[in-house]
């Protein structure tokens, strides 16, 4: 027979062994499903964005949009200018891709002075879009 203490012993060195193993395992499991953070990037240039325009003066307005989905992705836009459409467009991108978008636009007549120009980025499937707007004074 095996003295009680040795039996001790043994069992208490088993089960340190057993535990170590437990999450040496459960830190590889945990190690391989990380999966990396997916997103998408809508930003405006920023040395393009312009405070003030005059009437009959051209605007530039760039932004771009990055793909960090870790797929391709189909993307729209929606430009409105005072509450109303002004351009869209759709397209597909990579994963890592990016979209830079430029366009103009033109204020013909006085305003109320300041007017809203809203950049909406769908993603497919996906109901809420990346918004990002700016003022423009017109004069």
Excluded: C, H
Excluded at 35 to 46: A, D, G, M
Excluded at 51 to 56: D, E, L
């Amino acid at each position: 027979m095996i003295p009680e203490e040795k039996m001790d012993s043994f069992l208490f060195k088993g089960l340190v062994i057993v535990l170590i193993v437990v999450l040496g395992l459960l830190l590889v499991y945990s190690y391989l499903n990380v999966k990396p953070e997916t997103f998408t990037q809508v930003y405006l240039i920023p040395d393009k964005i312009v405070n003030s325009a005059v009437i009959g003066e051209k605007i530039p307005i760039e932004f771009e949009i990055d793909n960090r989905e870790g797929k391709a992705v189909n993307y729209s836009y929606v430009i409105s200018v005072k509450g109303e459409e002004f351009l869209s467009d759709s397209f597909i991108l990579e994963d890592k891709q990016k979209n830079r978008i430029e366009v103009e636009i033109i204020f013909n007549e006085l305003t109320d002075g300041k007017e809203k120009v809203l950049i909406e980025v769908f993603k497919e499937n996906e109901e809420e879009p990346y918004s990002i707007w700016f003022w423009i004074e017109v004069k």
